[in-house]
């Protein structure tokens, strides 16, 4: 028997399609601005010191390469769960959160749909629109049916808070609600404090489940205790939701693949079951998740010198980031452009919606070749103070 050759190659993924035309592109003066992953600010992958003292500190342990149990490390669960929930968590202090360590966020993200799918009494699940492209895919094929609820406004480039909290009220009772607890991608718009306080009141009366995608804790503002607002808050309120971690980002640890799983039960019982469920479904994906990962990650979290080099690192990225969208506001503003560039900086985190259509993207690429997606979303990171100044130039000239 053969593979049938019927089967027809499929379409290629938009954001590495971007960065294979950027690899042909001969333009000294090229850009890509299309990939999620920091960059320092001469452009080169940033291994954070205190990654790199963490992984020293391992080589000088000599340790061995066995497998990690099915759910995973459990130093690195606590120190992850710890960082979501806090400290002084009610929900961890009663042994009510179950864990899981996963292939990084995407892969936390399919272990909660085949969850849903399996547990919940509804497939239906709800993303913002728009929402992280793989969000589609993950639930989709996790047998899930997917729908969505009102996000982004695009002729103020901001946060469509009120038709938001009018779609929640209309979702069906016992739906899952997917929310992205910080730097939103790929819009970069989110929430305030207090809008999550009212979206999570709008998400409780409609007996919503409540599944948060937190990939960027620490990255967004450089504070991971502000970055994780909405995860708390809906804990606080009584929300039993569902988190997926990654650690790409924040500890720019992307090749590692490091992320967890969590589910807050209603007791101890419940949460040992649920556990015992989640290797379960593990089992038969890839049996044990990535031991060097759980390794780096927990050396950092709970080494007190590390973990508080750590919280410099973060901060510092997100720093750079921070700066790198006043400039690149400001550079627009010395090119003379006449429109509104406040949501440059307004928005947060890597990505930024800069309301560019897709004719203006393409003359970015054709005639100054920087590479981004087609919807105008930049990655912050792939600039730098050597080149903001070029791209302000070349979105002037193809806004004007």
């Known amino acids: 028997a053969v593979v049938s050759t019927q089967s027809t190659g499929g379409p290629p993924d938009p954001i590495i399609g971007v960065t294979e035309a950027f690899n042909r592109d001969t333009n000294l003066n ?9 960059r320092d600010d001469s452009g080169k992958p940033y291994v954070l010191p ?4 963490a992984e020293e500190k391992l080589l000088a342990q000599n340790l061995n390469h066995e497998y990690l149990p099915t759910h995973g490390c459990p130093k690195f669960r606590e120190a992850a769960k710890i960082l979501a929930f806090g400290e002084d968590s009610v929900a961890l202090k009663e042994n009510l959160v179950a864990s899981a360590q996963s292939i990084s966020g995407t892969g936390g993200l399919r272990i909660g749909g085949m969850f849903v799918n399996k547990f919940h ?35 103020t480039k901001s946060l469509d808070f009120e038709n938001m909290i009018s779609d929640i009220g209309k979702i ?10 910080c730097a939103h991608n790929p819009t970069g718009v989110d929430p305030t404090h207090e809008q999550w306080d009212e979206i999570s009141q709008a998400i409780k009366k409609r007996n919503l489940l409540v599944f948060i995608d937190m990939a960027y804790q620490g990255f967004a503002s450089g504070s991971v205790e502000y970055d994780a607002y909405a995860v708390r808050k809906f804990v606080e309120d009584g929300h039993r939701i569902l988190l997926s971690q990654s650690f790409a980002k924040n500890l720019g640890v992307y090749g590692q693949r490091c992320g967890a799983f969590s589910i807050v039960a209603e007791d101890a019982e419940s949460a040992a079951a649920i556990e015992s469920q989640l290797k379960i ?4 994906l890839y049996s044990s998740p990535a031991l060097h990962a759980a390794r780096l990650v927990s050396t950092v979290l709970t080494d007190a010198e590390l973990h508080k080099q750590w919280l410099v690192d973060v901060k510092g990225m997100a720093d750079r980031i921070i700066s790198m969208r006043e400039a690149l506001k400001a550079g627009l503003a010395r090119e003379g452009s006449v ?3 406040d ?11 800069t309301g560019m259509n897709p004719q203006q993207v393409e003359r970015l690429t054709s005639e100054f070749s920087v590479y981004l997606t087609k919807d105008g979303r930049i990655s912050i990171a792939g600039v730098s103070s050597r080149n903001v100044d070029y791209l302000a130039n070349a979105m002037h000239e193809v806004t004007k």
């Open 30 to 38: 090229k850009m890509n601005v299309g990939v999620g992953a920091y």
């Open 50 to 53: 205190s990654v790199r003292a």
């Open 121 to 155: 009494s509804s497939k239906l699940i709800y993303l913002p629109s728009p929402s992280w492209g793989n969000h589609t895919p993950i639930f989709r094929d996790s047998g899930l049916e997917l729908k969505s609820y009102s996000y982004y406004k695009k002729d």
């Open 172 to 181: 069906e009772e016992g739906a899952t609600i997917l929310l992205h607890a």
């Open 281 to 284: 479904i593990i089992r038969p």
């Open 339 to 341: 429109h509104n560039w």
């Open 343 to 353: 949501h440059l900086t307004n928005q947060i985190g890597m990505f930024c919606f």
